[in-house]
């Protein structure tokens, strides 16, 4: 039953973020905002990290763990329920993103959409600033990134001011009411 509810859950989350606004072209993030997705990854090889991530959407709060590997020209996503079945593997080499879902994933998962909100949280900040459409990018040393519309801030990331793939992180996505908080740590040789 567990199982039927985060699915039911990541159902729900992958859904907020297609609104029927007028999107731009790419990842919609907000009304007016999105991402387009670099061609290749833009990730450093040599990145291991296992992920256990808490979501909330609107009043549901769900968890979900990734591992998450890294190497010249690819990086790939391994998405689950915590000591459960694999949800979905998300491969992107250069040019292209493909994903490998389980037949317990939900049809609304979106791979794309999951590693637009992986380059929130963890791109080099000239990469995001290239890829954002309809928005800016404003960062402080602190490891705070704003996503800035008009002035108002639609997306807030807090992420650790060192290593940004071992720590706490936080996306908080205001316009499609959802909060993701992940806990981070690199896997040691």
Known sequence: MRNIATLGFLVLLCGCVGAPTPAPVGEPL???????????????AGIEVNQLVQARFQERHQMFQSFIESGT?????VMSVPSGPRIMKINWFEGSVSA?????????????RMLADLLLVYAPADVLRAALKGAGLEEDVKGTRKIVKDGASVIVVTRPSGDVWNGRSALVNYAFDYELNIQSQRVTP
Request: net charge positive; proline share 18%.
């Open 30 to 44: 907000a009304p007016g905002v999105g991402l387009i997705l670099p061609d290749k990854p833009v990730f450093a």
């Open 73 to 77: 020209n690819r990086f790939s996503i």
């Open 100 to 112: 490998q879902k389980e037949p317990i994933a939900p049809d609304a998962l979106s791979p794309r």
